[in-house]
Nanobody, 128 residues
Framework: QVQLVESGGGLVQAGGSLRLSCVAS????????MGWFRQSPGKEREFVAGISNWSGGRTDYADSVKGRFTISRDNAKNTVYLQMNSLEPEDTAVYYCAGVLDRSDYFVYRGRTTYDYWGQGTQVTVSS
């Protein structure tokens, strides 16, 4: 079992930056492919970014955040990050960290149902 705890959300003006962190419990973090999702009121939870396990050599991004957001991981700290730059009001949402144990060192997953572990979410609000 892996428990995930997000932090780093808050209120920021459009054009600003935030860095979200997600700390995982347990010794299996390195084996987990990780992802960030977000959900705004009235909308489904959507994929934002993902990173493969182990070295994190593969990443993937939703088109809406490509070039603005960067996902990374630090296995020594059991932590995955989401650096968010050039934030827009449309980025306002609750952001969730997710993980899934994976035997490969290759795949990045976009599907919400692929992930087994979820954090409680952190609110990001971007004002115009």
């Amino acid at each position: 079992q892996v428990q995930l705890v997000e932090s780093g959300g808050g209120l920021v003006q459009a054009g600003g930056s935030l860095r979200l962190s997600c700390v995982a419990s347990g010794s299996t973090f390195s084996s987990c492919a990780m992802g960030w999702f977000r959900q705004s009121p009235g909308k489904e939870r959507e994929f934002v970014a993902g990173i493969s396990n182990w070295s994190g050599g593969r990443t993937d991004y939703a088109d809406s955040v490509k070039g603005r957001f960067t996902i990374s991981r630090d296995n020594a700290k059991n932590t995955v990050y989401l650096q968010m730059n050039s934030l827009e009001p449309e980025d306002t949402a609750v952001y969730y960290c997710a993980g899934v144990l994976d035997r490969s060192d290759y795949f990045v997953y976009r599907g919400r149902t692929t992930y087994d572990y979820w954090g409680q979410g952190t609110q990001v609000t971007v004002s115009s």
